[in-house]
């Protein structure tokens, strides 16, 4: 039926199926990206974006897997490719690429793909995806640029470029992209299966013209959006309003000893809107820790959006609610051309600033700050003279909130959770390494009223000789406390090495020589508690020991909580210890 003939969707019901049905196509063409790519670090944690724009650039819909960074970028990058590109240019089976982190991308090894879907021979709608693919050069293995001082270290950088011309392969371009990796069958695999996802959103969205006509489905498109936006300024006019004040501070960027920086924002809550300003966040780093636009526009509103229902559709309307200023030659903000690559820390840096800022705003929804994702690459060549590389991560505990222990090992800030760390068998089949190890560690969140995430430690032995790179944050200045919280405690990477010496790394470091033998360990961070350790309930302190999130000792030390030889509350000891802690503080 053509879309003119077609009848027009006035059923609630129907339109809820159809809003369904792009939903689905996106978390479908994730799935397709995730079982069509090569790279192990795909493959086993799922970390595939996939997401509908209409031919203004706006956000119609995104996969739920997706991390809002990945779903912000494709937003904020496809109208570099619209600029670059007529519309009227394009034709059937086009497929653009581009990670330029000034046009909208993140860094090099992050690709973003994008097809044009056409309805009477005019674009109308975009299938957009992404994923951190294997290796695309620059100085470090996997895209891993702990120590890059400008983007060109950190690997190709790619403004839009046609990747397949009316549905044929433009040969020049992907042996471009071969010729500039360290793995060049795994990207050229890795590269496909974006064209993949995005061919399978392509087939799904005119699969719902056909049905339901183009006309219509524009309108329901129109709807969700506005649907979110309504939402989204519901729920902020519930939000005092006024001026809110955060900020958080970053260990370092591993090139100048001893530096530190800040994330700073005001936050202006207005009538169902709010305006977020970076004034005062330090200059940008000559480090990989500067962030792109479209990457610290995410961290603002996802830490919006933690104050605002979470069935809210995440599309448009969402970032129609915030206005964000973002100073120029900060970490915020870099001139080209600051390396990116390492963005994760001022953007979840920015998000945490925001979080204290609403905080004060609304006390009953404070949380303590948390700990961020933890990386590292190995990479060498194995004994049939074969290179490898291995990407891998972890994450440390989230903040304790009011009312709520933090979570542990959860990547909230970046991917959503634990259900995107790869699994330690699949890794162990594919790399010459072994993992000896891999636990929550106890005592390692912040004390509290409630109490802070565990973060986990890792321990891998490599079995040739490999290179090692990390990167981690709020490691040497720990995840803080709220409230009369205690801080998370601070992780760590160091090296086992053969002969019995333990070699201590910093938080970002490149290019670590192993030996076969060698055992790398990495710990993460625990989140920080929420209020006076002493008002935690002596029978959560308890079944904390129980559990092993928390020592006997430190149940004594810090709770004031005695346990009986049979490991029960002891009231009368409990009592009196809390009461030589309360004196012992207002000493």
């Known amino acids: 039926m053509s879309a003119a003939t077609s009848p027009s969707i006035d059923d609630t019901i129907t339109r809820e199926i159809v809003k369904s049905a792009l939903a689905v196509a996106v978390e479908e063409a994730s799935i397709v990206v995730v079982r069509s790519a090569y790279s192990a670090f795909i493959q086993e944690g799922a970390d595939a974006c996939a997401a509908l724009l209409d031919a203004r650039a706006r956000l119609v819909s995104q996969s739920d897997a997706t991390s809002l960074m990945h779903g912000a970028s494709l937003r904020a990058s496809l109208p570099a490719l619209l600029e670059d590109f007529e519309i009227a240019s394009m034709q059937p089976g086009d497929v653009y690429v581009l990670n330029d982190p000034y046009r909208g991308g993140i860094h090099a090894n992050d690709l973003?793909?994008?097809?044009p879907i056409f309805v009477d021979a005019a674009v109308a709608w975009f299938g957009g995806t992404l994923i951190h693919v294997a290796d695309l050069g620059g100085a470090y293995p996997a895209g891993l640029a702990s120590l890059a001082t400008d983007v060109f270290s950190e690997g190709l950088v790619l403004p839009p470029t046609r990747l397949y011309a009316a549905g044929k392969p433009v040969l020049s371009v992907q042996r471009l992209l071969a010729a500039n990796s360290r793995t060049p069958d795994m990207v050229l695999g890795d590269v496909r299966a974006l064209v993949a996802g995005v061919n399978i959103i392509s087939t799904r969205v005119r699969e719902l013209i056909a049905r339901h006509g183009a006309s219509d489905l524009a309108r329901i498109a129109d709807d969700s959006i506005a649907y979110a936006e309504k939402r989204m300024r519901e729920e902020l006019r519930q939000i005092p309003r006024g001026v809110y004040r955060g900020a958080f501070r970053i260990d370092g960027d591993g090139i100048v000893a001893d530096a530190h920086y800040d994330v700073r924002a005001r936050v202006e809550v207005g009538d169902g809107d709010v305006h977020v300003d970076f004034e005062g966040t330090s200059p940008q780093s000559p480090g990989a820790i500067n962030a792109s636009l479209s990457q610290i526009l995410s961290g603002v509103v996802y830490a919006v959006r933690c104050f605002a229902d979470p069935t809210i559709p995440m599309n448009e309307g969402c970032f129609r609610v915030i206005r964000a200023s973002f100073p120029e030659g900060s970490l915020v903000n870099p001139l080209p051309p600051a390396a990116c690559g390492g963005r994760v820390v001022s953007v979840t840096a920015g998000t945490e600033a925001v979080l204290a800022a609403l905080s004060s705003a609304l006390p009953q929804h404070a949380v303590a700050q948390s700990a961020i994702i933890h990386v590292y690459a190995l990479s060498g060549v194995d004994d049939a003279g074969v290179p490898w590389l291995c990407l891998n991560y972890d994450f440390?505990?989230?903040?304790?909130?009011?009312?709520?222990?933090?979570?542990?090992?959860?990547?909230?800030?970046?991917?959503?959770g634990r259900s995107v760390i790869p699994q330690i068998e699949p890794l162990e089949g594919r790399f010459p390494l072994r993992f000896l190890r891999a636990s929550l560690l106890e005592d390692s969140g912040g004390a509290g009223t409630w109490r802070g995430g565990r973060g986990t430690e890792s321990a891998v032995r490599v079995l040739t000789d490999a290179e090692l790179t990390v990167r981690g944050d709020r490691i040497d200045v720990p995840p803080g406390g709220l409230g009369g919280g205690a801080a998370g405690v601070g992780g760590s990477y160091h090296v086992l090495r053969g002969d019995g010496r333990r070699e201590p790394l910093h938080s970002k470091q490149a290019k670590v020589k192993l030996r076969a033998g060698d055992v790398f360990v990495m710990r993460t961070s625990g989140g920080g508690g929420l209020g006076p350790p002493t008002g935690r309930d002596p029978e959560c302190v308890c079944a904390d020991v129980?559990?092993?999130?928390?020592?006997?000792?430190?149940?004594?030390?810090?709770?004031?909580?005695?346990?009986d030889a049979s490991g029960r509350v002891d009231d009368d000891a409990t009592d009196a210890r809390r009461r030589a802690i309360a004196g012992a503080a207002s000493a």
């Open 546 to 563: 129980d559990a092993r999130r928390v020592s006997r000792a430190a149940a004594d030390s810090v709770y004031g909580v005695v346990l």
């Open 112 to 115: 973003l793909v994008f097809r």
């Open 396 to 416: 440390g505990g989230l903040g304790a909130r009011s009312g709520s222990d933090g979570a542990d090992a959860t990547g909230a800030f970046f991917l959503g």
